[in-house]
C-alpha cells in the first residue's frame, strides 16, 4: 500500500506535538515525581496485578539494566514490593504498594482530566474520530515490535433505526470515498445529504429500514433499504459503504445478508441498486448475494462522467437465507 508522503508529515508532526503537550519532555510526568518510563512501569503493573522486571523489559520495550535501576527506585520509594514467586523463588513479582496504589489513582486522574480537558475544544463526531484514528494508529505501532501480536481491534456493532449523526456521517463516507474514486465534488455530496435527509424522514415505514456498523460507537459503514422510491414492489438498496479502515473485516457483508433478509422476509419482489463500474469488490459481493447486472450507461449527473451500473436480484422465497459473499463494498 502506497502512503503519501504529505500524510506521514502530518502524523510525526502531530505526534511531536502530542509528546510534547501531554508533557512526556519533562524530567516528570502526569504530577508525579517519576520519569514518564517509571509511571508507565507502575500504570502496566496496576492493570496486570503483578509483573516481574522481565516481561516489563518486553512491555515497555527498555534494556533490562535500565529497568532493574527503575524497578529498585521504585521500591525504594515505597511505591512498589516484591513477593515470593509460586514456581520460582528467584523470581520475585512486583506489585503496588498501598502508597503505590494512591499514586496510579492520581495518575488516572491527571491524565483523564488532560483528555477530557483536550476533547472539550472537539465536536462529538471529531471526538469518536479521535478515539478510532488513535487506537488504530497504536495498533499498527504495536506490530513493528518483534515477536509483537497485533492487538485485537474493538469489535463492530450492527444495529438498524435512525441514530443521531447518521446523515451527517454517512454523507461524510460518501463524500470522502467518491472524491478520492471517482471525482466528485459538491454536488453529489449535496445530493446524498438531500436524500439521505428525506430517507430518514420516512424510516417509521415499515417498508424503510436502515443499518448501520458502529465501532467504539462511531459510524463506521451503512446500508438502506428504501421500500417505497421505485413503486412495484421493489426495494431500491442505498448508501452502501463503509470506512476505510474497516475494509476486509466482513463487515459488508453481514451489512448486505440483514438488508437481503430483511427484503425477502417483507415479500418484496425484488431489489435493486445502482452503482459506478470499477467497484469491482463490491461486485464481487453483489453477485455472491444473487445480484446480477441489468443496465449499464454512461452518465454525467454527478459532476463527471462515469460508468453507471444497475444491478438486479429477485426476491427468494420467505425463510431460504441468501449466500454470503466475500469482499467489501462500496456503492452510491
Excluded at 100 to 110: D, E, L
Excluded at 288 to 297: D, I, P, Q, S
Aim: proline share 3%; net charge neutral.
Amino acid at each position: 500500500m502506497t502512503t503519501a508522503p504529505s500524510l506521514v508529515e502530518e502524523i510525526r508532526h502531530a505526534s511531536r506535538t502530542m509528546v510534547r503537550e501531554l508533557g512526556f519532555l519533562r524530567a516528570t510526568l502526569a504530577g508525579t515525581a517519576y520519569s514518564a518510563s517509571a509511571v508507565h512501569a507502575l500504570l502496566e503493573i496496576e492493570a496486570a496485578g503483578t509483573l516481574t522486571a522481565a516481561q516489563l523489559v518486553q512491555i515497555l520495550g527498555l534494556e533490562k539494566s535500565s529497568v532493574s535501576r527503575m524497578m529498585s527506585k521504585l521500591i525504594d520509594a515505597g511505591e512498589l514490593q516484591e513477593v515470593a514467586g509460586d514456581a520460582d523463588a528467584r523470581v520475585k513479582p512486583l506489585l503496588l504498594t498501598g502508597q503505590g496504589q494512591q499514586t496510579v489513582a492520581h495518575i488516572h486522574r491527571y491524565g483523564r482530566a488532560q483528555v477530557k480537558s483536550a476533547l472539550e475544544h472537539l465536536n462529538p463526531s471529531e471526538q469518536q474520530s479521535v478515539a478510532q484514528g488513535l487506537a488504530a494508529y497504536a495498533r499498527a505501532l504495536g506490530t513493528l515490535r518483534p515477536g509483537s501480536v497485533e492487538a485485537p481491534r474493538s469489535p463492530i456493532k450492527i444495529s438498524s433505526g435512525y441514530r443521531p449523526g447518521l446523515v451527517g456521517r454517512v454523507t461524510e463516507m460518501h463524500a470522502t470515498f467518491y472524491a478520492r474514486h471517482s471525482g466528485f465534488g459538491q454536488f453529489f455530496e449535496s445530493q446524498v445529504a438531500m436524500g439521505l435527509a428525506d430517507f430518514v424522514g420516512r424510516l417509521e415505514q415499515p417498508c424503510n429500514r436502515a443499518w448501520v456498523a458502529t465501532q467504539s460507537e462511531r459510524i463506521v459503514g451503512s446500508l438502506v433499504i428504501d421500500g417505497q422510491g421505485l413503486g412495484n414492489n421493489e426495494a431500491h438498496l442505498r448508501w452502501f459503504i463503509l470506512d476505510d479502515g474497516c475494509r476486509g473485516s466482513g463487515v459488508g457483508r453481514q451489512l448486505l445478508s440483514e438488508a437481503l433478509s430483511f427484503c425477502d422476509q417483507f415479500g418484496f419482489a425484488a431489489t435493486r441498486l445502482w452503482t459506478f463500474k470499477g467497484l469491482d469488490t463490491a461486485r464481487r459481493l453483489y453477485e455472491a448475494h444473487g445480484f446480477e447486472l441489468t443496465k449499464e450507461e454512461e452518465g454525467s449527473q454527478w459532476g463527471s462522467t462515469v460508468t453507471e451500473q444497475q444491478f438486479t436480484r429477485i426476491s427468494l422465497p420467505t425463510g431460504v437465507a441468501s449466500g454470503l459473499g466475500h469482499g467489501n463494498p462500496q456503492s452510491a
